[in-house]
């Protein structure tokens, strides 16, 4: 069997992400949103085909999943005629360029802060814990959540390129997308170090793997 303990759940989970969301974004004529199921559904299908050999933990495939949810639901609810994404979830600041906090914003937060987690499960198999230097590793995964943000920002790019009338926004969206990735992993390796006292893993190199 392909699934490891408490995966069945998680999968029947995405499962029925694409199969509610899929169709929703074809009737809408929601091609933004197809492309953006689209990814999902290759990186859903890339995890499931690799679930034997990498190291993700539920704890990270679940909070896959909850970004999977929140970025859809961003896309599709709407409030008072408003899109979820372009709500003010606390209006602390609103200006022509500062508008702190939106929902896109904690989305983009909560969304690479599980990336960075899933990087770091990625990495753990080539760690060796008893010589490890945390601060390099730290800064590390930071930038790595943030790489991964920078291709999010590629996908919206293309989206804008190649589909009419995306809800993307222009540069001072796209600066605090990239501002708050940063957030995002920032605490994604503060959980990371705070959890490094569990870290037991042997080292295993990537030839032996």
Request: hydrophobic letters at 55%; aromatic letters at 14%; glycine letters at 10%.
């Amino acid at each position: 069997m392909f699934l490891k303990r408490g995966q069945l759940q998680i999968l029947i989970a995405n499962i029925l992400l694409i199969l509610i969301f899929l169709p929703l974004a074809i009737k809408k004529e929601n091609y933004e949103f197809v492309m953006y199921i689209g990814v999902i559904i290759i990186f859903f299908a890339l995890i499931v085909a690799t679930n034997k050999r990498n190291n993700l933990g539920n704890f990270v495939l679940w909070g896959l999943t909850g970004w999977a949810l929140i970025h859809m639901c961003g896309g599709f609810v709407y409030i008072n005629g408003a899109r979820l994404y372009e709500i003010m979830v606390l209006n602390i600041i609103k200006t022509e360029s500062i508008y702190l906090f939106r929902y896109d914003q904690l989305v983009h937060m909560y969304g690479f802060g599980v990336a960075t987690l899933i990087g770091y499960d990625v990495l753990k198999p080539y760690l060796n814990f008893n010589k490890i230097n945390w601060k390099v590793l730290s800064a590390l995964l930071v930038l790595i959540g943030m790489g991964l943000g920078a291709l999010n920002e590629v996908i919206e790019f293309l989206a804008v390129v190649t589909v009419p009338q995306t809800g993307v926004g222009g540069f001072y969206n796209t600066a605090w997308d990239l501002t708050f990735n940063m957030v995002g992993a920032i605490i994604a390796v503060i959980i990371v170090n705070l959890r490094k006292s569990k870290c037991q893993e042997p080292y295993t190199k990537a030839s032996g793997m």
